[in-house]
């Protein structure tokens, strides 16, 4: 078995990778739907979607795979990685560096192989789209050109995993303003002037037109004949003028 060699810019392949937090997370259907389609079309046992890390290949998504990952020293993928076009093996027990590898003698017994490199969204390898069989095989141009597209929709998935997370910061962010907008409402609505029954009877309904409004209102005694009682109209509605009114 001849242990692969790794690429040039291995440094930044790696920041890729962890830069998309996929590592060691649960399965996601986006993958697991294209790693079962592969396996369908072209009628194999094994199909998968791996990350390679710094010494280990990773299944974000896997068919007819038992483990989570490999090591990479021993990973179809570590020769894979150092070129741009698909590594295709026909027959792994005919092929110098993998007819002893652990996983061709061994669980899960490979024979034939084809990883298709996956970049990522700054265009570095840092995955692969692997398909395998426990018998020989040959790869027609027909098969490679679809193995192409399932490759460009392992790597849309990829690619979108900024938007997901940006998606998921501005709903974070959304819950955060809307729990600090309802805490402000209610500090607002603590500034108004509570109901009184003597020697003056108050009361009052207070219905803002939006969650934080530009309106307040308050009463005080003077001295004991005088009651004075104000409003306040800030122009507007929501945090501006709320601020004004409540400093006002």
Known sequence: ??????????????????????????????????V????????????Y????????????????????????????FGHAILQDEPRVVPDAREDERFRDNPLVIGE??????????????NGLKVGTLCIASTEPRRFSDQEMETFHQFAALAEHEFNVVDLVRMQRALLESQDRLKKELAEAEAYVRSLLPAPTETPVK????????SQLGGDSFGYHWLDDNQLAIYLLDACGHGVGASLLSISV
Request: charged fraction near 30%; aromatic fraction near 10%.
């Open 36 to 47: 079962r389609l592969a396996k369908r079309v072209f009628d194999v046992p094994i199909a």
């Open 202 to 209: 108050t009361d009052w309904c207070f219905l803002s037109s």
């Open 1 to 34: 078995m001849l242990t692969p060699t790794l690429p040039a810019n291995e440094t930044e392949r790696l920041a890729e990778v962890r830069a998309l937090n996929l590592l060691d997370t649960a399965p996601e259907e986006r993958f697991d739907r294209i």
């Open 49 to 76: 979607i791996a990350l390679i890390d710094a010494d280990r290949q990773w299944f974000k998504s896997k068919c007819g795979v038992r483990r989570d990952q490999t090591g990479r020293d021993i990973s179809f």
């Open 108 to 121: 899960p017994y490979q024979r034939f192989y084809a990883g298709h490199p996956l970049r990522g969204p």
